[in-house]
């Protein structure tokens, strides 16, 4: 049986050696990359300061209405700066291209891959992430055993890309490899709520609070806090057939 290793023990180690020892009590350094948020409070608790690379990012949402987009809408935006291609696997609607728009997202960049169920959905995951062809890949998993996300996990840290799995709410309950695990509600004011349920690091407690507003209502509306609608429009509600001929993103059948 090994014996805890004393702190006052690190004192003696190299420089370049005890920049790579980690203890559990303190966050994580996280990836070698890292991509912001968009909210200072959620970096400063999220390992390395950001969304890590080459990792799989396990954000967990409720059934509706849909939040993933004005959570992860900032960073994908900051991902796109480069003219990188973004892939979304398996999403429950149709992407409405003027919603996402509106988000910033750069959707001549977009590529739409459609699935049946969520097998199909996994197995296009793994070969995106093999051949390096996203830069970011958010893909929907309902119903994912821990089995099959552990090989996802395997893949992306092969890759270099951003991969976020979508999964709902009830699955927090299920264990799961993925090393980073969010879950993100609605609150008062379109505000989200998000806390931390598995990182590298201390257990997060509470909640964060973030002020967010789907796109294209940010500029029409003074500051914080904001009227919540009885019903808030989402940009991954269906539209008119008129505004699905407009999709600019490739579609994979």
């Known amino acids: 049986m090994s014996a805890a290793v004393p702190v006052a023990a690190f004192a003696c180690v190299p420089p370049q050696l005890a920049s790579r020892v980690w203890r559990g009590a303190d966050l994580g350094a996280g990836a070698t990359q890292v991509l912001g948020s968009g909210w200072a409070e959620l970096d400063a608790e999220l390992p390395g300061g950001g969304w890590p690379c080459g990792s799989l990012n396990e954000i967990l949402l409720p059934r509706s209405p849909l939040l993933e987009w ?97 999964r709902e709410e009830p699955a927090a309950a299920e264990a799961s490899p993925a090393p980073l695990r969010v879950r993100a509600r609605c609150g008062a004011g379109w505000e989200l709520r998000v806390r931390l349920l598995k990182r590298r690091g201390p257990a997060h407690e509470g909640e964060l609070c973030l002020p967010s507003l789907p796109g294209g209502l940010e500029a029409a509306l003074p500051g914080p806090p904001w009227p919540l609608p009885a019903q808030a429009p989402h940009p991954l509600s269906t539209p008119s057939r008129d505004a699905v001929g407009r999709t600019a993103g490739l579609r994979l059948a």
Do not use: H, M, N
């Open 70 to 166: 004005r959570l992860l809408g900032p960073a994908l935006r900051a991902a796109q700066r480069g003219g990188s291609r973004l892939v979304v696997v398996g999403p429950p609607a149709t992407p409405y291209l003027p919603g996402l728009q509106g988000q910033g997202i750069d959707v001549g960049q977009l590529v739409w891959v459609r699935s049946r169920d969520t097998a199909e959905s996994l197995w296009a995951s793994e070969q995106l992430l093999r051949s390096g062809a996203a830069l970011a890949l958010l893909a929907w998993l309902p119903g994912c055993r821990a089995q099959a996300l552990r090989r996802l996990q395997v893949q992306a840290g092969g890759s270099s890309a951003w991969l976020f799995v979508l």
